[in-house]
């Protein structure tokens, strides 16, 4: 794999990173307007919260993702890879085996982890280069419009 392809990869895992945090940043606090609205503190339960955090992070990356033009089967692959951690770790939660703290902790660490395990099952796909969404669409307008100009 060229350097420009491990630029890439690694540029892409960023901005995955930071698309979960604005992706937390924005809904977080639709989570906690809807539930207060209706009196809830579900929020309040530590797997409620995590599957929400985790929902915030995969709804931000994935809108991202499509926007780069990802298609449909690596978005879900990424997402399922983002909620895995968490999913597994409820058990030992529910069970008592584990703290609230030891969740959070691990399942976002281990998120980081099963992402870059998606990643490189589809190394070619997050090594090349992605025009965002916009701009393919205009591409494609603009060769349309020169095709029937003549």
């Not at 703290?99 to 980081?112: E, I, N, R, T, W």
């Amino acid at each position: 794999m060229t350097t420009t392809a491990n630029r890439r990869f690694a540029f892409h895992y960023l901005e995955m990173v930071v698309a979960m945090f604005v992706g937390m940043g924005v809904f977080a606090p639709v989570w906690h307007l809807v539930f207060d609205a209706f009196g809830s503190d579900a929020m309040d339960r530590t797997d409620v919260m995590a599957m929400s955090m985790a929902t915030n992070m995969v709804v931000g990356m994935s809108l991202w993702m499509w926007f780069r033009g990802h298609t449909a089967g690596p978005i879900a692959e990424m997402a399922a890879a983002m909620y895995l951690p968490f999913v597994v770790l409820l058990v030992p939660l529910w069970l008592g085996v584990i703290s609230s703290a030891f969740l959070m902790v691990a399942g976002h660490v281990l998120m980081l982890g099963t992402m870059l395990l998606a990643m490189l099952y589809r190394r070619a796909e997050y090594s090349c280069h992605h025009r965002m969404r916009w701009s393919r669409g205009r591409a494609a307008e603009t060769a349309t419009e020169a095709g029937t100009a003549g």
